[in-house]
């Protein structure tokens, strides 16, 4: 898919939108009954303005001066309660949807979680759940509601001036909504889509650049490279300027020309009336009220027509957080399947493939019961992670089976599954909290000595305790300071502190030392009475203490004797 292109279509990102208001719909309903009413309040100001000058000048009006005047007070007063009213169940309906989405994104993310988001890039899944997200506030608040209102109110001022007033005005009234309210729009939105387009590529582009030129500036500054990387900046944000003008020029062009149109109208309204009034059409009190009406209910229309420079980037954002609902995960959860306990894994015939093309594994068979250390060894990239992956379902099996005590892995809870299974990946990601709490995520309800235990176990626990707050130390604050083997024995600790019956480890000790090697070894070593554990490593030290090897080779798996 091409970055700039839309998948759907305008009308069909807005109606998606709209299908997600749900319960929320009535609130937007009342938004827009509050905010017809407040236009026709804004109109009552001029209108019974206008059936006092006509009262005065002799038409004959049922009303009293007084009252009118008292009419004109009012609408005045209940125009601001009802605009009130409408911008508050706009923004209620708006955040509380913001939040709604989120928690959809989230639950989208999660379903994705780990197979998709492989291939997915992060940059553009955290642009999805911030600002995405947050443009589609536009949609809610200031989008759905104003262009109903629009309709409505136009639709009552035709049938108003027709009725009281004369249909010559009514069809000058109605070309005047036509232009400024779809002509107008659309063409300024087709001028504008590819500046806007282009604008946000730039805005993103200057962004990157600069963000990226702070990470790096250590090497920027080591390489001496300062100079060369702030021309870079400065030409960026030359272009970046030059962008913003044409947007600008475009979105005062439009705006200009909705006001000419808009002037142009009423002057057409007028000749109209004086035309009609010369032609004794109608009478003076008619024309007066007929032309007020006209200049006074532009408004809404105008409102509409400020909305295209926004809206190609709410459909933009729009149709990216609803691509992250709509993605359809590698593998569907199993919530009404069994749970087990777990005593033995049989695979057989096992195949799989990322795509089409390239076959990763082909009719694998193995086998693991309790109280064993399986090693499996063979070159990088030939599918030992990918073997893992699908043993804790994280991809689906194409052919073959994998068993857990006689159950097929598609058949298992998901959950259960992954109480039963534990993996230790290659990189292991610490979260920006304490040492303890990200120990914790295991094991929520671990006790002290269940959590320094298990980090004995992985030979992790001296060195936790020498830093100065010990496990209470922020691994964000610590940061780059963790090496890579400190990491990497985090990772092994939560493991043991997860206390799954099978453990799956993916080179647990590539970045260790011998010393601390032989510790995690001997701990492996001690739990393997109780459990199972699968061990991929390209080290001999490591395979050493594996009862059974199997070696991966062309997709193959055998056991080596
Ligand atoms: N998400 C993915 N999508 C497509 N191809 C993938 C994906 N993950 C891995 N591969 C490919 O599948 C093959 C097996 O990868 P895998 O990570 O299982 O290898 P490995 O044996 O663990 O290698 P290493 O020892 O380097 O960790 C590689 O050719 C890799 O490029
Ligand atoms: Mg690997």
Redesign the pocket.
Same mark, same amino acid.
């Given at each position: 898919m091409k970055k700039d292109s839309l998948r759907r279509s305008g009308a069909i990102i807005m109606a998606r939108l709209i299908v997600l208001l749900g319960s929320l719909s009535y609130v937007m309903v009342l938004a827009v009954v509050d905010g017809s009413l407040g236009f026709f309040c804004a109109m009552g100001v001029t209108l019974f303005g206008a059936l006092g000058i006509a009262k005065i000048l002799g038409e004959t009006i049922a009303l009293s001066l007084n009252s009118i005047v008292f009419m004109c007070v009012f609408c005045g007063v209940l125009r601001g309660g009802l605009k009130f009213l409408e911008q508050y169940g706009n923004h209620y309906i708006a955040f509380r949807l913001l939040a709604v989405l989120r928690d959809r994104v989230f639950g989208a993310l999660r379903k994705l979680c780990p197979?998709k988001l492989?291939?997915k890039q992060k940059g553009s899944i955290i642009a999805s759940i911030t600002s995405d997200i947050e443009t589609l506030e536009v949609f809610y608040a200031h989008t759905v509601s104003p262009i109903c209102i629009a309709v409505i109110v136009c639709a009552c001022v035709l049938i108003f001036i027709g009725v009281f007033s004369s249909p010559y005005l009514m069809l000058t009234a109605l070309a005047g909504y036509i232009t400024v309210g779809i002509i107008l729009p659309l063409i300024s939105s087709a001028r504008m889509k590819k500046t806007g387009v282009e604008y946000r590529a730039e805005f993103a582009s200057f962004n990157s650049f600069f963000l990226d030129s702070i990470k790096g500036i250590k090497d920027i500054v080591l390489s001496n490279a300062g100079e060369t990387r702030k021309k870079e900046v400065n030409s960026r944000s030359e272009k970046l300027l030059a962008k913003t003008k044409e947007l600008k020029r475009l979105t005062v062009g439009a705006q200009s020309a909705v006001e000419l149109v808009v002037s142009a109208v009423i002057i057409a309204a007028l000749i109209v009336g004086i035309v009609l009034l010369n032609s004794d059409k109608i009478t003076i009190g008619k024309m007066i009220v007929g032309v007020v009406a006209v200049f006074s209910s532009f408004g809404p229309v105008i409102a509409v027509a400020a909305l295209p420079s926004n809206l190609t980037q709410t459909f933009a954002g729009g149709d990216r957080v609803l691509n992250l609902i709509d993605e359809k995960p590698a593998v569907e959860p199993v919530t009404d399947g069994k749970n087990i306990e777990y005593e033995n894994l049989e695979v057989a015939d096992l195949s799989f493939s990322? /795509?089409e093309t390239?076959k +990763?594994l082909e009719d694998v068979s193995m086998h693991a019961g309790k109280g064993e250390i399986i090693g499996i060894v &063979?070159?990088? &990239?030939? &599918?030992?992670?990918?073997?893992l992956k699908l043993l804790l379902r994280f991809w689906q099996k194409k052919n073959g089976t994998i068993k857990y005590n006689d159950t097929d892995i598609d058949e298992i809870n998901s959950d259960n599954l992954l109480d039963n299974v534990t993996m230790v990946s290659?990189s292991t990601y610490l979260f920006d909290e304490t040492i303890e709490n990200n120990l914790r995520i295991a094991k929520p309800d671990a006790t002290k000595e269940e959590i320094e235990d298990a980090c004995r176990l992985a030979s992790v626990h001296d060195f936790i305790a020498s830093l100065p707050d010990g496990y209470q130390s922020r691994a964000g604050l610590l940061g780059d300071n963790l090496s890579a083997g400190e990491k990497q024995r985090i990772g092994l600790a939560r493991a043991f502190l997860k206390g799954s019956e099978l453990i799956l480890l /993916?080179?647990p000790t590539s970045n260790v030392d011998s010393i601390n090697e032989g510790i995690i070894l001997a701990a492996l070593a001690r739990q393997k009475k109780k459990k199972s554990i699968i061990i +991929?490593s390209?080290r001999e030290s490591t395979m050493a203490i594996a009862d059974r090897v199997y070696q +991966?080779e062309k997709g193959r798996m055998e056991e080596v004797v």
């Open positions: 197979a492989e291939s990322y /795509d390239k +990763v &063979g070159e990088s &990239g030939c &599918g030992k992670s990918t073997f290659q /993916d080179e +991929v390209h +991966v």
